[in-house]
């Protein structure tokens, strides 16, 4: 599904080669957000993290 999402946004800046900027644009404003890089960046590693199994008694 991500290889689909890349594809067509690549094809969207073949169409319109002034989307770039804004793209650009969209992905500086997320980057200039600390808060929300980490929230991803958690996200992402908390689903490679294995799944730790309470103790029994």
Same mark, same amino acid.
């Given at each position: 599904?991500?290889? $689909? %999402? !890349?594809? =067509?946004? $690549? =094809? %969207? /800046? /073949? @169409?319109?080669? +002034?989307?770039?900027t804004v !793209?650009v644009a969209? !992905?500086a404003a @997320? $980057?200039?957000?600390? @808060?929300? !890089? +980490?929230? +991803? %960046?958690?996200? @992402?590693?908390?689903?490679?993290?294995?799944? $730790?199994?309470?103790?029994?008694?």
């Open positions: 599904m991500r290889w $689909l %999402l !890349v594809g =067509a946004l $690549l =094809a %969207l /800046l /073949l @169409v319109y080669p +002034a989307a770039l !793209v969209i !992905v @997320v $980057l200039s957000k600390p @808060v929300l !890089v +980490a929230f +991803a %960046l958690g996200l @992402v590693i908390r689903g490679q993290l294995p799944r $730790l199994r309470r103790r029994q008694r």
